[in-house]
Protein backbone atom coordinates (compact mmCIF):
# COMPACT_ATOMS: atom_id res chain seq x y z
CA UNK A 1 0.00 0.00 0.00
CA UNK A 2 0.97 3.43 -0.72
CA UNK A 3 -0.16 6.75 0.54
CA UNK A 4 0.68 10.42 -0.73
CA UNK A 5 -0.46 12.40 2.03
CA UNK A 6 -0.60 16.12 1.78
CA UNK A 7 -1.16 19.00 4.55
CA UNK A 8 -4.16 20.82 3.20
CA UNK A 9 -5.73 24.27 4.25
CA UNK A 10 -8.92 22.95 2.60
CA UNK A 11 -9.58 20.09 -0.34
CA UNK A 12 -12.37 18.71 -2.01
CA UNK A 13 -13.59 16.00 -4.16
CA UNK A 14 -15.90 16.85 -6.88
CA UNK A 15 -17.64 14.25 -9.01
CA UNK A 16 -19.80 15.16 -12.36
CA UNK A 17 -20.34 18.60 -10.97
CA UNK A 18 -21.11 17.22 -7.31
CA UNK A 19 -18.99 18.13 -4.30
CA UNK A 20 -18.58 14.49 -3.03
CA UNK A 21 -16.69 15.49 -0.07
CA UNK A 22 -15.27 18.75 1.46
CA UNK A 23 -12.64 19.62 4.91
CA UNK A 24 -10.73 22.38 5.60
CA UNK A 25 -7.75 22.15 7.88
CA UNK A 26 -6.38 18.51 7.60
CA UNK A 27 -5.03 15.79 5.15
CA UNK A 28 -5.67 14.66 1.92
CA UNK A 29 -4.09 11.21 1.26
CA UNK A 30 -4.35 9.55 -2.27
CA UNK A 31 -4.50 5.86 -1.24
CA UNK A 32 -2.82 3.29 -3.70
CA UNK A 33 -3.39 -0.71 -3.36
CA UNK A 34 -1.64 -3.38 -4.56
CA UNK A 35 -2.49 -7.14 -4.52
CA UNK A 36 -0.15 -7.99 -2.06
CA UNK A 37 -1.55 -5.60 0.02
CA UNK A 38 -3.39 -7.16 3.12
CA UNK A 39 -4.98 -5.98 6.61
CA UNK A 40 -1.28 -5.85 8.39
CA UNK A 41 -0.93 -3.26 5.86
CA UNK A 42 -4.00 -0.87 6.48
CA UNK A 43 -3.40 -1.43 10.12
CA UNK A 44 0.20 0.06 10.27
CA UNK A 45 -0.56 2.62 8.09
CA UNK A 46 -3.12 3.86 9.82
CA UNK A 47 -1.88 3.66 12.73
CA UNK A 48 1.09 5.80 11.49
CA UNK A 49 -1.15 8.13 9.53
CA UNK A 50 -2.96 8.73 13.08
CA UNK A 51 0.01 9.54 15.12
CA UNK A 52 2.08 11.42 11.80
CA UNK A 53 3.86 14.65 13.39
CA UNK A 54 3.46 17.21 10.30
CA UNK A 55 1.51 19.71 11.60
CA UNK A 56 3.01 23.20 13.61
CA UNK A 57 2.88 23.63 17.28
CA UNK A 58 3.05 26.85 18.99
CA UNK A 59 6.87 27.42 17.61
CA UNK A 60 6.06 26.51 14.32
CA UNK A 61 7.96 23.68 14.17
CA UNK A 62 5.76 20.12 13.31
CA UNK A 63 5.31 18.23 16.55
CA UNK A 64 1.41 18.11 16.38
CA UNK A 65 -0.60 15.34 14.65
CA UNK A 66 -4.26 15.30 12.51
CA UNK A 67 -5.89 14.89 16.11
CA UNK A 68 -3.95 17.35 17.78
CA UNK A 69 -5.27 20.17 15.44
CA UNK A 70 -8.79 18.64 15.38
CA UNK A 71 -8.11 17.74 11.54
CA UNK A 72 -10.07 16.52 9.15
CA UNK A 73 -9.32 13.91 6.45
CA UNK A 74 -10.29 12.79 3.35
CA UNK A 75 -9.27 9.38 1.76
CA UNK A 76 -9.12 9.22 -2.14
CA UNK A 77 -8.40 6.03 -4.09
CA UNK A 78 -5.49 6.40 -6.71
CA UNK A 79 -4.37 3.56 -8.74
CA UNK A 80 -2.13 5.67 -10.92
CA UNK A 81 0.25 5.48 -7.61
CA UNK A 82 1.23 1.84 -8.93
CA UNK A 83 2.45 2.77 -12.25
CA UNK A 84 5.31 1.55 -14.19
CA UNK A 85 6.94 3.85 -16.53
CA UNK A 86 9.95 1.02 -17.29
CA UNK A 87 9.15 0.57 -20.81
CA UNK A 88 7.67 3.15 -23.38
CA UNK A 89 6.24 5.97 -22.82
CA UNK A 90 2.71 4.45 -21.75
CA UNK A 91 2.31 3.71 -17.74
CA UNK A 92 1.24 0.40 -17.29
CA UNK A 93 -1.20 -0.37 -14.16
CA UNK A 94 -0.69 -3.46 -13.58
CA UNK A 95 0.84 -3.72 -10.08
CA UNK A 96 -1.98 -2.19 -9.14
CA UNK A 97 -5.26 -4.43 -7.85
CA UNK A 98 -8.12 -4.87 -9.43
CA UNK A 99 -11.46 -3.34 -7.90
CA UNK A 100 -12.72 -6.76 -6.31
CA UNK A 101 -9.52 -6.66 -4.49
CA UNK A 102 -8.49 -3.22 -3.83
CA UNK A 103 -12.53 -2.30 -2.91
CA UNK A 104 -12.52 -3.89 0.22
CA UNK A 105 -8.98 -3.06 1.22
CA UNK A 106 -10.17 0.53 0.23
CA UNK A 107 -12.96 0.06 2.64
CA UNK A 108 -11.25 -1.33 5.56
CA UNK A 109 -8.46 1.50 5.69
CA UNK A 110 -11.23 3.85 6.04
CA UNK A 111 -12.73 1.78 8.63
CA UNK A 112 -9.86 1.28 10.63
CA UNK A 113 -8.49 5.14 9.92
CA UNK A 114 -11.59 5.95 11.57
CA UNK A 115 -11.10 4.15 14.38
CA UNK A 116 -8.04 4.95 14.58
CA UNK A 117 -8.33 8.83 14.87
CA UNK A 118 -11.98 8.97 16.07
CA UNK A 119 -12.59 10.78 13.16
CA UNK A 120 -15.46 10.51 10.17
CA UNK A 121 -13.51 10.25 7.15
CA UNK A 122 -14.58 12.29 3.79
CA UNK A 123 -13.74 9.90 0.44
CA UNK A 124 -13.41 9.91 -3.24
CA UNK A 125 -16.14 7.64 -5.25
CA UNK A 126 -13.64 4.47 -5.95
CA UNK A 127 -13.34 4.32 -9.59
CA UNK A 128 -14.84 7.60 -10.90
CA UNK A 129 -13.36 9.95 -12.46
CA UNK A 130 -12.98 12.93 -9.84
CA UNK A 131 -11.65 16.26 -9.85
CA UNK A 132 -9.46 16.96 -6.58
CA UNK A 133 -8.66 20.62 -5.21
CA UNK A 134 -6.25 21.73 -2.64
CA UNK A 135 -4.53 24.19 -0.84
CA UNK A 136 -1.35 22.47 0.16
CA UNK A 137 -0.06 23.84 3.45
CA UNK A 138 3.62 24.41 4.24
CA UNK A 139 4.17 22.57 1.12
CA UNK A 140 4.24 19.68 3.26
CA UNK A 141 3.71 16.44 1.04
CA UNK A 142 4.83 12.88 2.87
CA UNK A 143 4.67 9.55 0.51
CA UNK A 144 4.96 6.47 2.62
CA UNK A 145 4.78 2.81 1.36
CA UNK A 146 3.91 -0.15 4.05
CA UNK A 147 6.31 -2.50 1.89
CA UNK A 148 9.20 -0.20 2.78
CA UNK A 149 8.80 0.71 6.29
CA UNK A 150 11.65 3.26 6.70
Known sequence: ???????VNKASVT??????SKIDHGLLILLGIENADSIEDINWLCGKI???????????AMNLSVNDVDGNIIVVSQFTLYSSTKKGNRPS????????????????????????????????????????????DGPVTITIDSKNKE
Open 93 to 136: FIKAAKPEVAIPLYNRFIGQLEKETQKTIQTGEFGADMQIELIN
Open 50 to 60: SKLRIFGDENG
Open 1 to 7: MKVVIQR
Open 15 to 20: INGNVK
